[in-house]
């Protein structure tokens, strides 16, 4: 639908000095996505291990999602 509002809600709480709790759900008309996680955070590298469930009249299904984030300068 073009021109369909989504709304975003997300958040993390800190469990370590280098993990956090992660979670997001997007909510469109007609249904909508929650992904919940975790992030690992290193000196340069962050990774994130999750999966992702959709809401609405679709079949259950769990999609898994595996992020990672290279920070390059100093």
């Known amino acids: 639908m073009?021109?369909?509002a989504v709304a975003l809600l997300g958040g993390e709480l800190r469990a370590s000095r280098r993990v956090k709790i992660i979670g997001e759900s997007f909510i469109f008309h007609g249904g909508?996505?929650?992904?919940?996680?975790?992030?690992?955070?290193?000196?340069?590298?962050?990774t994130s291990l999750g999966a992702l469930l959709p809401i609405g009249p679709a079949p259950f299904t769990i999609a898994p999602l595996v992020n990672f984030a290279w920070s390059f300068g100093k």
């Open 32 to 46: 909508g996505t929650f992904s919940g996680g975790v992030r690992i955070a290193g000196d340069r590298l962050s």
């Open 2 to 4: 073009v021109g369909a």
